[in-house]
Structure formats: structure tokens, C-alpha cells
């Protein structure tokens, strides 16, 4: 009771003991007993007020008792599809219980109860009268009532999702017109709860969200097949049954009431499930719902969405711009495989996702890693939250392309209200926006960059004329010179005009933004070309030190060292790069060179193991292993290893001919020598892998002769100083070559 | 004395109740069970996990009937506290303090959400520009079969705040009605719950009830 009130509580007290007294006593009586005990004043009139209407209260909270019945019925219909609440409250239509329609029947459906109302129309439960049996009914707001054609396109195209017969999907039983009711879809009624309801109260279980993940991605799948996108893909428009099976609801129809993000006032909610393709209003393909799987995979995992915000553009921004915390960062049973998928699901570039849903549930189910190992990275993926007074130039062109794709595609509005936020970076990302120059420069950037993951020679010829183009459309775009560099530097291509023309590139780009990570690692793998190391290891620090701890352009570092045979910090770096990019199979594989390098073969195999789901595993991965079981002498083995790389690349047949001869096979290994030979005479060897081979064979005058010559060619590797070949490098011989390389002997 | 271990301070009578961070799946359980026991143990701040976990597993329940049976009659409020109840404890609490104390932490939650809920009707009306509505409006829509419309709603969210205003001036009353009214809780489970007399509980519950009706009449105007 409160303090400040005293009097009033004594009055109260009185108040209770009095009402006890009389309220049951005729009113004659009640007043001869309150006279008696001198009951007035302030006392008497307020037991007065409260004894004269007492039976009216009374009546007043029956009824108000039954209200609570009512209410609670409502509270408990609230949400029950999924966002109905904020529907209500977005359009104004009230009142969810006095839908008019409850009761009727419009053809053969009759009416039963309103079950809520999403995007795209009011969902009824009803009964089909013909077929006796229950179905969820929902009638279409369609949106393009006044454009027949186009209405007719949009009901073929949900006729088409209706062909989908799948256990995770929701059946379908039919789409039809009728002029009471328009458009309408019935299908099938399944008991249960919304993921969006199992949502609210806080995240799933690992392997219930892994479980519903993979029979989301399973319904997805099998629409995919078919060349159906379901666009709409949220936690609303997932049932979980009773039995735990996942029910895919609205499959095809998000475009029949298109939700107009250019809108102003549009729930955040709306498209916080939207992939960056599909809020820019951009072509989508299947790959649009994979992104939105991740979103839900993440929302599950973690109890919240990845791209939030106050308001659509805020959401928008976040997902063109804004890369969630690791899932990991946030509940500690989520390993790093998961973590992985996420990341790949939420790749803003829709070519670094899985290729389709099977791909998702393979990396789901298995205990895979994902391969993460782009040469150039996709920064809004892997770029880490950085302070904005360090985001230079690069930043700021990526923020400008997000911006600016906006006010190109999407609408005034939402821009607007970006720019007017008081975030710092969006102001000046508004500022960016107008330099249509940049916007197409990264465009062509990002484009590039996808070419240069192929790793093939007619992607990367092709990456550079977009490069060039990239800095035709803005020459002082630093990341594009940088990328130009680094396609110069091509294996094979090693002339010193080319590199000539790498480094001119790379300090460019160094020169346009000295706080360019990609510059700085360009011109330190230039320099490192150049056998300028101790040069070529301050800029790749630099770029690793500017790029975060998560940075991929660390592999770069791990490279250096290994060739610079500083074993300690090729170890250290790799588990440094392992640890900030958990899963990565290209990170899981340094790491094992790491161990490799210092003579931990056990350790590094153990770390290979990891990769042996991955199909194909990326090259190295076999190549270390090899070179482990090499150093163990165990050649049978490293031979099987080396020779399956082989298969598909032409410099591991250097080192097979290595293992077979050391394995004995000296013939086989001769054959390999005289491929090589004739492939350097060709002009399309290197002079490495030769001396590997002669090396293998024991013939060192040979290998250090091509040795020699691969110092010209600059074909030498860093495995040079790995322990496979400790006979080569006790070899006097060997300490020229440190020498002229200027790497000093342990 | 109506004080009983568990409901001291005023947190019982916050308006949003402190989110509780839930851990997933399988340790939700051993949550619940490790509640009761905080709880048992006097623990004030366990009240606020426990009452969360009894509000969350409120609303599942609620919507579940609505679900199965979808119907105004199956769901009472009493139906759905004593479904909660067997949910977060099923056999493994017998005892029946335990059980009348879990009655009245689930009024409040049921207090909240349907507060919540009319609080969220109301402000989809007043969105559209509707005017508030008069004591004598209420009061006809009230005798009316008209559903869950509007002016009721008002009726709950003025009940709302005379009963804060009620709590300040007698807590163990303003608990009383949220039993009664909100718990759809006997005199008796009342009475145990909270731990005073039947007596009491009677002559609260008529009290607060003429106090509140001349509050709502003033506040609705």
C-alpha cells in the first residue's frame, strides 16, 4: 500500500471492516448500526457510494466475465495464421470475430470460422459440402481485379503449384473464380501451429529447426523441379502438424497479390524474408527461396530474425547491406557446418548459394563443411562489421550500390526514409548514390568477382575485360584495379610483362585507397611474385589487418610464410583463419598444411578427415594429404591420394610422378617426367614440376636445374619447403636458391 | 496474512513483464520443474521466469483449444488455467499450494494477455479515427451479444487501469479480482491461493467490485 496515502488507507481499512458489518443487513438496520457506531463524513459517504451500487457492479462484472470469455476465445484465435494480428492493425479492418462471412456458404463451401488473414487474403476454415470434408479456404485480395489478363496468368501460375503433389507441401484442392466470392483458392485444412507461431516463443532445438529445415527444403525442392518458386517463403506460411510434419503453405501465389515494397508504410515484417534480388525488384529464380530458407533456418536457430529494423527501409538496408552475426555467436550448440549453410544460403549474391535444395539438405544431413574459399570475396558476405571511419572508398561504394540499386528499382520512399535516418553511413551512402558511374563499376565488379570463382582460364579472361570495364565505367574504383591484379597474376602467365602490368595495377589501387584490403593484398601477392618478401608480407598484414579477423585474404599470408619456410607462422595464421572461418573447407585444409609444414602429419590428416564428404574436395585438401602420407612414407597411400587430384589438375602430376618413384614405380614416374618434358617444350609446363619429378627420381642434378629455371619462371611453390622434400633441401645446392630467394635457413 | 511467500514487492504489478530468455527444446522442462522450485524456495526473481513460462504456455494452450474445438463455449478461462497447469506440472505436483499458487501467478498472466489482446482491438479502431466510447456505450454493448467488439474491449483496458489504481490502494484486493475475474478462480481457490479467508475473499471481491465499477464509470466518462 502506498505510504503517501495514509489517510486513505486508514479510511479503507475502516472501510472493510464497516462493509463486512452492514452490507449484508436491510438497508433499515445497516443505518441504525451505522448511526450507532457514529459512522460520517468522508467515511460514511464514500461506504454510501460503494454499498449503492453494489448489485450493479455485480451485474457490470458478470457481464464483463463473459467478455473475458470472448476475449480469451479471440486472444486465443490471435496469430493463429501466423502475422493476422498486424495484418488487422495494418489494414484497419478490426475486429476478427465479426467477419460477416462466418455461416455463409459460398458454393459448395460453407463458411466455418475466419482462421486469420495474411498479404494476400482472409483464410477461412471451411467445410466442402460436395466432398464432406474440411478445407482452409482462402479468398484472394487480388490486387489485379482490374487487369483480367493478367489476373488469368496469375491463377494459371498457382494452377500450376497446385499440380505439386508432396508431403511437405499443402495440397491444393482448387483454384477457382466465382463471382461472390473472386478468386479463391481451397486447400487442404492440416491441425497444427505456424513455425511463426513456434517462433514466439523463442528459438527451436537444434535438430527440431534441422528437421524442419530439411522438409521445408524437401517441399521447395520438388517445386523447384518443376520451375516453381514460391517467393514467400516465412514462417507464416509453414504449418508444423501435430505429427511434426512441415506443411508449406501459398506455394506460387506471393505474386498474385505482389506485396509493393515501393510502398510507403509497409511492415518491416514484410520483407524481412525477401532476398536482395527480390527487394531491387530484380529476375528471381529458385535461388530467391533459398535465401528465404536461410532466413528462417537463422530465426529458428537463433530466436531472431538476421535482417531487422524499424521500419522496411531500415530492413531493406539490412539485408542489402548488412551481414548477420554467426548463428554460432549466439547459442553455442550450433556448430560450424551450420554455420556455414547459413552463410551460403544468405550469400547476397544469388550465384554463391547451394545450386538448389537438395543442396541444402545434403549439407544439412551430412556432417560436410562447407567449401569457402572464393579468391576474391563476396563482401557483404564475408566482410566483417567494421568501424565505419575505417570504411574508405570500398565501403562506401558498396553501401552506394545498395542505395542506389534502391532508388533505381525500388522506389523514392524507402530511400528517402534511409537517407533520412540518422545512421551516419546512410546518410552518406544517400550522398554516394548518385554516382550512377560507381553503381555500374560494382556491378561489373561483382560480376567479375563470380567469374574468377570458377577458377577456369576462360572465367578469369573474362573477369578482366569486366574488371577493365568496371574501372572503364569508374577508374578510381580501388577493389576493381586490385581484381585486375590479381588476374594478371594468372598461374602459367608468369612473363614479367604481366606482372609488370599486376603491380602497376595493384599500386593503383593502393594508390586510390590505401585502406583497401583488396589492394593491399593485390600488391603484396604481386611483390610476392617478385620474390620481394619481406615487402610482400607487409601488405598481405596489412590487407588481413584491414580486412578483420574473418578476412579469406589471410590464405595469401599462410602462403607467403610457408614459401618463406616460417613454419611457426604458417601454423599460426592457419589456425588463426581456421578459427575465424569455422567450417571452411579452404580453412580446414591451410590448417592441415599448417600441421603438415611443422611435421604433425596425424593432426593434419585428422583435420583432412573433415573435408572427405565434400564433393569434390577442394584440390589442396588431397594434395596435403598425399604430401602426409608421403612423409610418412606410406606411399601406396599417397599415391591413391595424389592421383585422384591429379585426375583434375595437371600440376599434381608432378607430384605423382614424385610419390611413384619414391614409391618404387620408377617407370610410371618416367612417363610423368616425359609428359612434363614435353609440355615445357610446348611452352605450357613449368620448370617446378620437372624438377619435383627428377627430384623424386633422385636425379638432383636434373632437379636442381629446372629448380634453377623455376625461380625464372616463377613456378616455384611453397610445398618446396614442406617435409617431403628435406632430401632436396639438404642438398648444398639448395642454399643458393635461399639465397637468391632471401630465405635465410632455420 | 494475505502476503503469501511468493508475491511479495511490487513486480507483480508491472505493466510488461521482463522477457525471459528460453532455453530451447528438451531443458525447457527442467526449466519449469527448476522454477517451481525457486519458487518454492521464496525466490522473488523466479517469479518473473515462472510467470512467463505460465504466460507462454497460456497462450499455446489457448490456441490449440481454439484449434481442436473452436467453439466460445470450450474455452473458459478456468479450463485453460487448469490445462496450463497440468502441462507445466502434469503429476509430478500434487501439492495443492503449489497448485493455487500457480492459479493466481496464471490470472495475472491470463490478465496480461487479454489486456493485450483488447489493447491491440482497441488500437486498431482508434487507427481508423473511431472516438472512444462512453460509460453508457460500454455498458449496452456489454448486455449485448454482439462478440468481442470494440467498446467492450474499452471495458477491459478501463478495468485495466482502475485496477493498478486499486492495487495502490489494496494490493490483496486488486489480487483478489485478478483471481476471480482474470483466473475464473472459486472463492475458496481463491482464498487459498493467496492464502486468506474465504471471509475475505468474499467481502474483497464486492468491495473492489463497487470501487472499480465507480472508477470505470469516471474514467470512461
Known amino acids: 500500500m502506498k505510504g503517501d496515502d495514509g489517510a486513505a488507507v486508514n479510511v479503507w481499512g475502516e472501510l472493510e471492516t464497516l462493509w463486512e458489518m452492514v452490507s449484508d443487513l436491510p438497508p433499515a438496520e445497516r443505518e441504525a448500526l451505522l448511526a450507532s457506531h457514529a459512522v460520517e463524513g468522508e467515511l460514511r459517504a464514500e461506504l454510501d457510494s460503494l454499498l449503492s451500487r453494489a448489485s450493479a457492479a455485480e451485474a457490470f462484472f458478470d457481464r464483463l466475465a463473459a467478455v473475458v470469455a470472448e476475449a480469451s476465445h479471440a486472444a486465443a484465435f490471435e496469430g493463429l495464421q501466423g502475422d493476422a494480428a498486424a495484418v488487422v492493425q495494418e489494414d484497419g479492418s478490426g475486429s476478427v470475430d465479426s467477419d460477416p462471412l462466418v455461416g455463409m456458404t459460398l458454393g459448395r463451401y460453407q463458411i466455418i470460422e475466419r482462421l486469420g488473414q495474411g498479404g494476400m487474403g482472409v483464410v477461412y476454415r471451411a467445410l466442402d459440402l460436395q466432398l464432406r470434408r474440411t478445407v482452409a479456404l482462402k479468398l484472394l485480395r487480388a490486387r489485379a481485379s482490374n487487369d483480367a489478363r493478367g489476373k488469368e496468368r496469375l491463377l494459371a501460375e498457382a494452377r500450376a503449384a497446385a499440380a505439386l503433389d508432396h508431403p511437405n507441401i499443402c495440397t491444393i484442392y482448387e483454384i477457382g473464380e466465382t463471382p461472390e466470392m473472386g478468386a479463391f483458392i481451397a486447400m487442404g485444412f492440416y491441425p497444427g501451429r505456424t513455425l511463426a507461431q513456434a517462433l514466439e516463443r523463442g528459438p527451436l532445438s537444434l535438430t527440431t529447426a534441422l528437421d524442419y529445415v530439411t522438409q521445408i527444403a524437401r517441399g521447395l525442392g520438388a517445386a523447384h523441379e518443376r520451375g516453381i518458386i514460391h517467393r514467400d517463403v516465412k514462417p507464416a506460411n509453414v504449418i508444423v502438424t501435430a505429427d511434426g510434419v512441415v506443411k508449406l503453405l501459398d506455394f506460387g501465389i506471393a505474386r498474385m497479390t505482389d506485396v509493393d515494397v515501393s510502398r510507403d508504410g509497409v511492415m518491416p515484417g514484410t520483407i524481412a524474408y525477401m532476398s536482395p534480388e527480390q527487394v531491387t525488384s530484380r529476375p528471381l529464380d529458385q535461388r530467391t527461396d533459398l535465401w528465404s530458407l536461410g532466413v528462417v533456418l537463422y530465426e529458428m536457430l537463433a530466436g531472431e530474425r538476421p535482417f531487422r529494423g524499424e521500419s522496411a527501409g531500415a530492413v531493406l538496408y539490412a539485408i542489402l547491406e548488412q551481414p548477420p552475426p554467426l548463428v554460432s555467436t549466439l547459442r553455442r550448440d550450433v556448430p560450424a557446418r551450420i554455420d556455414a549453410v547459413v552463410a551460403r544460403l544468405l550469400a547476397t549474391d544469388p550465384a554463391h548459394r547451394y545450386g538448389s535444395a537438395e543442396d541444402v539438405i545434403a549439407a544439412v544431413s551430412s556432417n560436410r563443411d562447407e567449401d569457402g574459399s572464393p579468391v576474391l570475396r563476396a563482401p557483404a558476405l564475408s566482410k566483417p562489421h567494421r568501424p565505419w571511419a575505417r570504411r574508405t572508398q570500398y565501403g562506401v561504394a558498396t553501401l552506394a550500390v545498395g542505395a542506389a540499386i534502391a532508388i533505381a528499382i525500388v522506389s523514392w520512399p524507402i530511400v528517402a526514409k534511409l537517407a533520412r535516418g540518422n545512421d551516419q553511413r546512410t546518410a552518406l551512402a544517400s550522398k554516394e548514390a548518385v554516382s550512377p558511374e560507381r553503381t555500374a563499376a560494382m556491378d561489373l565488379y561483382a560480376q567479375a568477382r563470380r567469374e574468377v570463382l570458377f577458377r577456369t582460364d576462360s572465367g578469369r579472361r573474362y573477369a578482366r575485360d569486366l574488371f577493365q570495364q568496371a574501372i572503364a565505367a569508374d577508374s578510381t574504383f580501388a577493389a576493381a584495379h586490385a581484381g585486375l591484379a590479381l588476374i594478371a597474376l594468372t598461374p602459367g602467365d608468369h612473363s614479367n610483362r604481366s606482372i609488370a602490368s599486376a603491380e602497376a595495377s595493384a599500386r593503383t589501387a593502393v594508390r586510390l585507397d590505401s585502406m583497401s584490403p583488396e589492394a593491399h593484398a593485390a600488391l603484396g601477392r604481386v611483390l610476392f611474385s617478385r620474390y620481394r618478401l619481406a615487402e610482400a608480407e607487409k601488405h598481405l598484414k596489412r590487407a588481413v589487418e584491414l580486412d578483420g579477423p574473418q578476412t579469406d585474404l589471410r590464405e595469401f599470408l599462410i602462403w607467403l610464410y610457408a614459401f618463406m619456410d616460417r613454419r611457426g607462422e604458417v601454423l599460426e595464421q592457419a589456425t588463426l583463419f581456421e578459427r575465424n572461418k569455422p567450417g571452411g573447407a579452404i580453412a580446414i585444409a591451410e590448417l592441415a598444411r599448417g600441421l603438415l609444414v611443422n611435421g604433425r602429419c596425424d593432426e593434419a590428416l585428422a583435420q583432412l578427415d573433415r573435408l572427405k564428404h565434400l564433393r569434390p574436395p577442394p584440390a589442396r585438401a588431397g594434395n596435403y594429404a598425399a604430401q602426409c602420407y608421403a612423409t610418412r612414407k606410406q606411399w601406396p597411400q599417397a599415391i591413391d591420394a595424389m592421383s585422384r587430384v591429379a585426375q583434375t589438375n595437371e600440376q599434381a602430376n608432378a607430384y605423382l610422378g614424385f610419390m611413384l618413384a619414391r614409391g618404387g614405380h620408377t617407370d610410371s614416374a618416367r612417363v610423368i617426367r616425359d609428359r612434363l618434358l614435353a609440355q615445357v617444350s610446348r611452352g605450357d609446363g613449368n620448370a617446378y614440376g620437372l624438377a619435383v619429378v627428377y627430384a623424386g627420381l633422385g636425379d638432383f642434378d636434373s632437379a636442381f636445374e629446372w629448380f634453377e629455371k623455376s625461380y625464372e619462371d616463377r613456378s616455384l611453390r611453397p610445398d618446396i619447403m614442406g617435409p617431403i622434400f628435406e632430401d632436396v633441401r639438404r642438398d648444398p645446392r639448395f642454399e643458393k636458391l635461399r639465397a637468391k630467394l632471401g630465405i635465410p635457413n632455420r | ?221
Open chain 2, 1 to 221: 496474512m494475505y502476503v503469501h511467500r511468493w508475491s511479495q514487492g511490487p513486480i507483480l504489478l508491472t505493466q510488461t513483464w521482463p522477457e525471459v530468455a528460453h532455453p530451447a527444446g528438451a531443458n525447457r522442462e527442467s526449466l519449469e520443474r527448476s522454477v517451481l522450485d525457486e519458487m518454492r524456495g521464496g525466490d522473488p526473481a523466479a517469479l518473473g521466469r515462472f510467470f512467463s513460462l505460465v504466460y507462454d504456455k497460456l497462450r499455446e494452450i489457448a490456441r490449440a483449444q481454439r484449434r481442436r474445438q473452436p467453439g466460445f463455449e470450450s474455452l473458459t478461462t478456468t479450463s485453460l488455467v487448469h490445462e496450463a497447469f497440468i502441462k507445466l506440472f502434469g503429476s509430478e505436483c500434487r501439492d495443492f499450494h503449489d497448485r493455487a499458487h500457480f492459479m493466481a501467478v496464471a490470472a495475472m498472466a491470463m490478465r496480461q494477455i487479454l489486456i493485450g489482446h483488447a489493447r491491440r482491438n482497441a488500437a486498431s479502431k482508434r487507427g481508423s479515427g473511431a472516438a472512444t466510447f462512453s460509460f453508457e456505450e460500454v455498458e449496452r454493448a456489454l448486455a449485448s451479444e454482439a462478440g468481442f467488439v470494440t467498446p467492450k474491449a474499452e471495458a477491459l483496458l478501463a478495468l485495466d487501469r482502475a485496477l493498478d489504481r486499486l492495487h495502490d490502494r489494496s494490493e490483496r484486493q486488486s489480487r483478489v479480482v485478478e483471481c476471480r475475474f482474470f483466473g475464473g478462480m472459486s472463492i475458496d481457490e481463491t482464498a487459498t491461493a493467496l492464502g486468506i479467508s474465504s471471509a475475505t475473499v468474499k467481502r474483497d471481491w464486492a468491495i473492489a467490485q463497487a470501487w472499480l465499477h465507480r472508477e470505470i464509470q469516471r474514467d470512461l466518462g
